[in-house]
Protein backbone atom coordinates (compact mmCIF):
# COMPACT_ATOMS: atom_id res chain seq x y z
CA UNK A 1 0.00 0.00 0.00
CA UNK A 2 1.51 3.52 -0.82
CA UNK A 3 2.43 5.70 1.88
CA UNK A 4 2.25 9.15 1.44
CA UNK A 5 4.35 11.52 3.57
CA UNK A 6 4.89 15.21 3.98
CA UNK A 7 8.17 17.43 3.27
CA UNK A 8 10.87 16.82 1.52
CA UNK A 9 12.85 15.82 4.47
CA UNK A 10 10.45 12.99 4.36
CA UNK A 11 12.83 11.33 1.58
CA UNK A 12 15.59 9.94 3.12
CA UNK A 13 12.88 7.70 5.63
CA UNK A 14 11.73 6.65 1.87
CA UNK A 15 15.13 5.80 0.50
CA UNK A 16 15.63 3.59 3.58
CA UNK A 17 17.30 0.42 1.91
CA UNK A 18 17.60 1.72 -1.47
CA UNK A 19 21.41 1.14 -2.74
CA UNK A 20 21.13 2.62 -6.48
CA UNK A 21 18.94 5.88 -7.24
CA UNK A 22 18.10 6.95 -10.38
CA UNK A 23 16.15 10.25 -10.60
CA UNK A 24 14.09 11.46 -13.05
CA UNK A 25 13.18 15.15 -13.78
CA UNK A 26 12.07 17.29 -15.77
CA UNK A 27 13.40 20.48 -17.68
CA UNK A 28 12.25 22.56 -14.32
CA UNK A 29 14.45 20.78 -11.76
CA UNK A 30 17.33 22.90 -11.94
CA UNK A 31 14.65 25.98 -10.59
CA UNK A 32 12.93 23.90 -8.12
CA UNK A 33 13.97 25.03 -4.20
CA UNK A 34 14.29 21.17 -3.08
CA UNK A 35 16.59 20.26 -5.55
CA UNK A 36 19.83 20.24 -3.42
CA UNK A 37 17.87 18.32 -0.10
CA UNK A 38 16.72 15.48 -3.03
CA UNK A 39 20.39 15.45 -4.08
CA UNK A 40 21.27 15.50 -0.78
CA UNK A 41 18.81 12.64 0.47
CA UNK A 42 20.12 10.27 -2.55
CA UNK A 43 23.81 10.36 -1.90
CA UNK A 44 22.95 9.57 1.98
CA UNK A 45 22.66 5.98 1.22
CA UNK A 46 25.48 6.06 -0.83
CA UNK A 47 24.26 6.15 -4.18
CA UNK A 48 25.94 7.96 -6.94
CA UNK A 49 23.39 10.94 -8.56
CA UNK A 50 22.11 8.89 -12.04
CA UNK A 51 19.93 11.89 -13.08
CA UNK A 52 17.21 10.92 -16.97
CA UNK A 53 15.67 13.92 -18.00
CA UNK A 54 15.75 13.64 -21.79
CA UNK A 55 12.22 13.53 -22.22
CA UNK A 56 9.29 16.47 -23.16
CA UNK A 57 6.30 17.47 -21.64
CA UNK A 58 4.36 15.17 -23.49
CA UNK A 59 7.12 12.10 -23.33
CA UNK A 60 7.51 9.95 -26.35
CA UNK A 61 7.98 5.83 -25.95
CA UNK A 62 11.42 6.19 -27.24
CA UNK A 63 12.51 8.39 -24.43
CA UNK A 64 11.57 6.14 -21.72
CA UNK A 65 12.91 3.39 -23.59
CA UNK A 66 16.31 5.37 -22.73
CA UNK A 67 15.03 5.75 -19.57
CA UNK A 68 15.15 2.08 -19.23
CA UNK A 69 18.72 1.47 -21.06
CA UNK A 70 20.33 3.45 -18.27
CA UNK A 71 18.09 2.23 -15.54
CA UNK A 72 19.38 -1.62 -16.63
CA UNK A 73 22.75 -0.68 -17.61
CA UNK A 74 23.43 0.83 -14.27
CA UNK A 75 21.56 -1.96 -11.85
CA UNK A 76 19.41 1.02 -10.28
CA UNK A 77 16.62 -0.59 -7.46
CA UNK A 78 14.73 2.79 -6.99
CA UNK A 79 13.37 5.38 -8.96
CA UNK A 80 12.50 8.91 -7.43
CA UNK A 81 10.55 10.95 -9.91
CA UNK A 82 10.59 15.04 -9.69
CA UNK A 83 8.41 17.23 -11.63
CA UNK A 84 5.12 17.36 -12.96
CA UNK A 85 2.77 14.71 -14.50
CA UNK A 86 5.46 14.07 -17.39
CA UNK A 87 8.45 13.10 -14.81
CA UNK A 88 6.14 10.98 -12.56
CA UNK A 89 4.97 9.09 -15.55
CA UNK A 90 7.97 8.49 -17.35
CA UNK A 91 9.54 7.19 -13.97
CA UNK A 92 6.40 5.47 -14.03
CA UNK A 93 6.80 3.77 -17.71
CA UNK A 94 10.37 3.12 -16.90
CA UNK A 95 9.34 0.18 -13.67
CA UNK A 96 6.63 -1.60 -16.06
CA UNK A 97 8.96 -1.48 -19.21
CA UNK A 98 11.80 -2.72 -17.47
CA UNK A 99 9.80 -5.37 -16.11
CA UNK A 100 11.25 -4.27 -12.51
CA UNK A 101 7.64 -4.45 -10.64
CA UNK A 102 9.84 -4.87 -7.22
CA UNK A 103 11.74 -1.63 -7.64
CA UNK A 104 10.71 0.75 -5.62
CA UNK A 105 8.72 4.03 -6.80
CA UNK A 106 8.74 7.70 -4.70
CA UNK A 107 7.69 10.64 -6.57
CA UNK A 108 7.25 13.70 -5.94
CA UNK A 109 5.39 16.25 -7.09
CA UNK A 110 6.30 19.83 -7.98
CA UNK A 111 2.75 20.59 -8.76
CA UNK A 112 -0.83 20.30 -7.83
CA UNK A 113 -3.12 19.14 -10.10
CA UNK A 114 -2.74 15.44 -11.97
CA UNK A 115 -2.31 13.70 -8.47
CA UNK A 116 -0.34 10.91 -10.57
CA UNK A 117 1.98 10.43 -7.49
CA UNK A 118 -1.15 8.69 -6.43
CA UNK A 119 -2.53 7.08 -9.59
CA UNK A 120 -1.96 3.49 -11.53
CA UNK A 121 -1.93 5.46 -14.58
CA UNK A 122 0.43 7.16 -17.10
CA UNK A 123 0.52 8.39 -20.55
CA UNK A 124 3.16 8.62 -23.33
CA UNK A 125 3.26 8.81 -27.06
CA UNK A 126 3.91 6.35 -29.34
CA UNK A 127 4.11 6.50 -32.89
CA UNK A 128 2.57 9.81 -32.98
CA UNK A 129 -0.66 8.94 -30.44
CA UNK A 130 -1.71 9.38 -27.26
CA UNK A 131 -1.13 5.93 -25.29
CA UNK A 132 -2.91 5.35 -21.83
CA UNK A 133 -0.95 2.46 -19.89
CA UNK A 134 -2.94 1.18 -16.66
CA UNK A 135 -1.35 -0.96 -14.81
CA UNK A 136 -1.56 -1.58 -10.56
CA UNK A 137 2.56 -2.31 -10.19
CA UNK A 138 3.06 1.68 -10.89
CA UNK A 139 1.43 3.14 -8.32
CA UNK A 140 4.30 4.66 -6.56
CA UNK A 141 5.06 3.37 -3.03
CA UNK A 142 5.87 6.34 -1.70
CA UNK A 143 4.62 10.23 -2.57
CA UNK A 144 6.13 12.85 -1.10
CA UNK A 145 4.16 16.42 -0.68
CA UNK A 146 6.06 19.30 -0.34
CA UNK A 147 3.79 22.24 -0.67
CA UNK A 148 6.87 24.72 -0.91
CA UNK A 149 7.57 23.71 -4.66
CA UNK A 150 4.27 25.63 -5.55
CA UNK A 151 5.67 29.31 -4.47
CA UNK A 152 7.42 29.77 -7.75
CA UNK A 153 4.74 28.44 -10.40
CA UNK A 154 3.39 30.78 -12.86
CA UNK A 155 0.23 31.52 -11.69
CA UNK A 156 -1.54 30.38 -15.36
CA UNK A 157 -0.07 26.82 -14.16
CA UNK A 158 -0.96 26.68 -10.92
CA UNK A 159 -5.03 27.71 -12.51
CA UNK A 160 -4.70 25.00 -15.42
CA UNK A 161 -3.40 22.53 -12.68
CA UNK A 162 -5.85 23.56 -9.83
CA UNK A 163 -8.72 23.22 -12.74
CA UNK A 164 -7.49 19.79 -13.38
CA UNK A 165 -7.63 18.67 -9.99
CA UNK A 166 -10.89 20.10 -9.37
CA UNK A 167 -12.65 18.42 -12.33
CA UNK A 168 -11.07 14.91 -11.81
CA UNK A 169 -12.87 15.36 -8.15
CA UNK A 170 -15.60 16.09 -10.09
CA UNK A 171 -15.95 13.44 -12.37
CA UNK A 172 -14.80 10.56 -10.03
CA UNK A 173 -17.59 11.83 -7.91
CA UNK A 174 -20.33 11.15 -10.99
CA UNK A 175 -18.49 8.00 -12.68
CA UNK A 176 -20.22 5.00 -13.01
CA UNK A 177 -16.99 3.31 -11.25
CA UNK A 178 -17.40 5.12 -8.15
CA UNK A 179 -18.00 3.41 -4.85
CA UNK A 180 -18.76 4.82 -1.13
CA UNK A 181 -14.90 5.13 -0.64
CA UNK A 182 -14.60 7.21 -3.94
CA UNK A 183 -17.09 9.46 -3.19
CA UNK A 184 -15.76 10.14 0.40
CA UNK A 185 -12.22 11.14 -1.09
CA UNK A 186 -13.89 13.67 -4.26
CA UNK A 187 -16.11 15.48 -1.98
CA UNK A 188 -13.05 16.20 0.36
CA UNK A 189 -11.10 17.46 -2.27
CA UNK A 190 -13.52 19.37 -4.29
CA UNK A 191 -14.45 21.30 -0.71
CA UNK A 192 -10.73 21.49 -0.25
CA UNK A 193 -10.26 23.73 -3.56
CA UNK A 194 -13.13 25.51 -3.65
CA UNK A 195 -12.60 26.95 0.36
CA UNK A 196 -9.16 27.40 -0.71
CA UNK A 197 -8.24 28.79 -4.24
CA UNK A 198 -8.55 32.42 -4.02
CA UNK A 199 -6.10 32.37 -0.92
CA UNK A 200 -3.84 29.88 -3.02
CA UNK A 201 -3.68 31.82 -6.06
CA UNK A 202 -3.52 35.21 -4.35
CA UNK A 203 -0.36 33.80 -2.16
CA UNK A 204 1.78 34.91 -4.71
CA UNK A 205 0.98 38.82 -4.70
CA UNK A 206 -1.07 38.81 -7.65
CA UNK A 207 -4.34 40.48 -7.12
CA UNK A 208 -7.86 38.78 -8.56
CA UNK A 209 -10.78 40.81 -8.19
CA UNK A 210 -12.81 38.79 -5.76
CA UNK A 211 -16.10 38.69 -7.25
CA UNK A 212 -18.78 36.20 -6.69
CA UNK A 213 -16.83 33.16 -7.37
CA UNK A 214 -13.82 33.94 -5.32
CA UNK A 215 -16.13 35.28 -2.04
CA UNK A 216 -17.41 31.19 -2.71
CA UNK A 217 -20.67 31.68 -4.01
CA UNK A 218 -20.64 29.27 -6.49
CA UNK A 219 -23.25 27.38 -5.25
CA UNK A 220 -25.80 30.19 -5.10
CA UNK A 221 -26.49 29.75 -1.58
CA UNK A 222 -22.78 31.32 -0.04
CA UNK A 223 -19.90 29.85 1.06
CA UNK A 224 -21.22 26.37 2.38
CA UNK A 225 -18.24 24.18 1.72
CA UNK A 226 -17.68 22.60 4.69
CA UNK A 227 -13.72 21.95 5.41
CA UNK A 228 -12.58 24.23 7.58
CA UNK A 229 -9.19 24.22 6.65
CA UNK A 230 -8.21 20.74 8.96
CA UNK A 231 -5.53 18.64 7.23
CA UNK A 232 -6.72 15.52 6.41
CA UNK A 233 -3.47 14.10 6.24
CA UNK A 234 -2.59 15.34 9.81
CA UNK A 235 -5.79 15.93 11.78
CA UNK A 236 -5.69 18.39 13.95
CA UNK A 237 -3.32 20.69 12.18
CA UNK A 238 -4.63 23.73 10.09
CA UNK A 239 -2.76 23.83 7.12
CA UNK A 240 -2.00 26.89 4.31
CA UNK A 241 -4.07 27.35 1.36
CA UNK A 242 -1.08 25.51 -0.74
CA UNK A 243 -0.94 22.89 1.15
CA UNK A 244 -4.67 22.20 0.95
CA UNK A 245 -4.54 22.53 -2.52
CA UNK A 246 -1.90 19.97 -2.48
CA UNK A 247 -3.46 17.89 -0.52
CA UNK A 248 -6.83 18.23 -2.66
CA UNK A 249 -5.02 17.14 -5.73
CA UNK A 250 -3.55 14.17 -4.11
CA UNK A 251 -7.00 12.97 -3.00
CA UNK A 252 -8.15 14.03 -6.85
CA UNK A 253 -6.08 11.53 -7.83
CA UNK A 254 -6.56 8.47 -5.41
CA UNK A 255 -10.37 9.40 -6.83
CA UNK A 256 -9.87 8.53 -10.13
CA UNK A 257 -7.29 5.74 -9.72
CA UNK A 258 -10.39 4.23 -8.01
CA UNK A 259 -12.95 4.89 -10.76
CA UNK A 260 -10.60 6.81 -13.68
CA UNK A 261 -12.13 10.14 -15.85
CA UNK A 262 -15.32 11.00 -17.62
CA UNK A 263 -16.64 12.78 -20.39
CA UNK A 264 -14.99 16.18 -19.64
CA UNK A 265 -11.27 14.34 -20.26
CA UNK A 266 -12.58 12.54 -23.04
CA UNK A 267 -13.35 15.30 -24.89
CA UNK A 268 -10.62 18.00 -23.41
CA UNK A 269 -7.59 15.58 -25.39
CA UNK A 270 -8.46 17.12 -28.84
CA UNK A 271 -8.73 21.03 -27.90
CA UNK A 272 -4.82 20.65 -26.73
CA UNK A 273 -3.98 18.97 -29.24
CA UNK A 274 -5.73 21.29 -31.39
CA UNK A 275 -5.21 24.63 -30.16
CA UNK A 276 -2.23 23.86 -27.65
CA UNK A 277 -4.74 24.28 -24.51
CA UNK A 278 -2.91 23.07 -21.42
CA UNK A 279 -4.70 19.93 -20.37
CA UNK A 280 -6.24 21.59 -16.88
CA UNK A 281 -7.76 24.66 -19.57
CA UNK A 282 -9.07 22.16 -22.09
CA UNK A 283 -10.90 19.85 -19.59
CA UNK A 284 -12.07 23.00 -17.27
CA UNK A 285 -13.96 24.74 -20.20
CA UNK A 286 -15.04 21.46 -21.17
CA UNK A 287 -17.00 20.11 -17.79
CA UNK A 288 -19.85 22.21 -17.36
CA UNK A 289 -20.86 22.08 -20.93
CA UNK A 290 -21.10 18.26 -20.24
CA UNK A 291 -22.29 18.54 -16.98
CA UNK A 292 -25.71 20.59 -18.51
CA UNK A 293 -25.73 18.01 -20.89
CA UNK A 294 -25.86 15.11 -18.17
CA UNK A 295 -28.82 17.08 -15.84
CA UNK A 296 -30.81 17.51 -19.56
CA UNK A 297 -30.98 13.85 -20.63
CA UNK A 298 -30.39 12.04 -16.91
CA UNK A 299 -33.01 9.84 -17.95
CA UNK A 300 -30.32 8.18 -20.46
CA UNK A 301 -28.64 7.38 -17.39
CA UNK A 302 -26.33 4.13 -18.14
CA UNK A 303 -25.08 3.89 -14.45
CA UNK A 304 -26.41 0.40 -13.56
CA UNK A 305 -27.25 2.35 -10.25
CA UNK A 306 -30.18 4.43 -11.97
CA UNK A 307 -31.06 7.45 -13.16
CA UNK A 308 -32.51 7.93 -9.41
CA UNK A 309 -28.97 7.68 -7.96
CA UNK A 310 -27.50 9.79 -10.44
CA UNK A 311 -30.16 12.49 -9.76
CA UNK A 312 -28.76 12.11 -5.82
CA UNK A 313 -25.54 12.50 -6.54
CA UNK A 314 -25.88 15.97 -8.75
CA UNK A 315 -28.09 17.17 -5.67
CA UNK A 316 -25.04 16.40 -3.42
CA UNK A 317 -22.20 17.88 -5.76
CA UNK A 318 -24.98 21.02 -6.01
CA UNK A 319 -24.57 21.80 -2.44
CA UNK A 320 -20.48 22.83 -3.20
CA UNK A 321 -20.84 23.94 -7.09
CA UNK A 322 -23.19 24.02 -10.03
CA UNK A 323 -22.58 24.11 -13.82
CA UNK A 324 -23.04 27.85 -13.19
CA UNK A 325 -20.90 28.41 -10.36
CA UNK A 326 -18.13 26.46 -12.61
CA UNK A 327 -18.63 29.20 -15.23
CA UNK A 328 -18.39 31.81 -12.79
CA UNK A 329 -15.09 30.03 -11.58
CA UNK A 330 -13.63 29.82 -14.81
CA UNK A 331 -14.43 33.82 -15.61
CA UNK A 332 -12.89 34.60 -12.51
CA UNK A 333 -9.31 32.71 -13.68
CA UNK A 334 -9.98 34.15 -17.18
CA UNK A 335 -9.95 30.44 -18.54
CA UNK A 336 -11.53 31.37 -21.49
CA UNK A 337 -12.02 28.85 -24.56
CA UNK A 338 -10.38 29.49 -28.11
CA UNK A 339 -12.21 30.24 -31.14
CA UNK A 340 -13.42 27.11 -33.63
CA UNK A 341 -12.33 27.05 -37.46
CA UNK A 342 -15.05 25.78 -40.03
CA UNK A 343 -14.65 21.75 -39.80
CA UNK A 344 -13.20 22.38 -36.22
CA UNK A 345 -16.38 20.94 -34.58
CA UNK A 346 -16.16 17.31 -36.89
CA UNK A 347 -12.80 16.57 -36.24
CA UNK A 348 -13.26 17.32 -32.35
CA UNK A 349 -17.16 15.14 -32.31
CA UNK A 350 -14.70 12.10 -34.17
CA UNK A 351 -12.01 12.67 -31.52
CA UNK A 352 -13.87 12.30 -28.46
CA UNK A 353 -12.05 9.52 -25.91
CA UNK A 354 -13.75 6.28 -26.24
CA UNK A 355 -12.13 4.69 -22.93
CA UNK A 356 -12.68 8.27 -20.43
CA UNK A 357 -16.65 8.17 -22.52
CA UNK A 358 -17.45 5.10 -21.29
CA UNK A 359 -17.17 5.89 -17.38
CA UNK A 360 -19.95 8.41 -18.09
CA UNK A 361 -23.12 7.99 -16.31
CA UNK A 362 -24.94 9.50 -19.67
CA UNK A 363 -23.90 8.16 -23.01
CA UNK A 364 -23.17 10.49 -25.75
CA UNK A 365 -23.25 10.12 -29.23
CA UNK A 366 -21.05 11.37 -31.89
CA UNK A 367 -24.05 14.32 -32.84
CA UNK A 368 -24.13 14.89 -29.42
CA UNK A 369 -20.61 15.30 -29.11
CA UNK A 370 -20.72 18.02 -32.09
CA UNK A 371 -23.43 19.94 -29.88
CA UNK A 372 -21.93 19.81 -26.82
CA UNK A 373 -18.37 21.08 -28.10
CA UNK A 374 -20.29 23.82 -30.24
CA UNK A 375 -21.17 25.14 -27.47
CA UNK A 376 -17.43 24.68 -25.11
CA UNK A 377 -16.51 26.75 -28.15
CA UNK A 378 -19.44 28.99 -28.71
CA UNK A 379 -19.72 28.24 -32.22
CA UNK A 380 -23.19 28.04 -34.11
CA UNK A 381 -23.71 24.78 -36.79
Not at 12 to 36: E, M, N, Q, T, W
Not at 248 to 277: D, E, R, V, W
Amino acid sequence: MQQILWGISSLSDALSGSRKVLLVCDSSYPFISIGPRVESAISGVGSPLLKFSDFASNPLEESVLKGVDLFTKEGCDTLVAVGGGSSIDVAKCIKLYAKAPETKLIAIPTTAGTGSESTRFAVIYAQGKKQSITDDCIVPDFAILEPSVLESLPLYQKKCTMMDALCQGLESWWSVNSTDASRTISRRAVQMILSNWHEYLASGGTHLSGGVAARGHVNGRGPTFGWEGWSEAEPGRKVSAPEAIMEAANLAGQAICITQTTAPHAFSYKLTSMYGLPHGHAVAICLPEIWDFMLANIEKCSDPRGAQYLQGVFEEISQLITPEGFRALLAELELTAPSAAEGDIAILAASVNPIRLANNPVPISQQEAGEINSRILKYHI
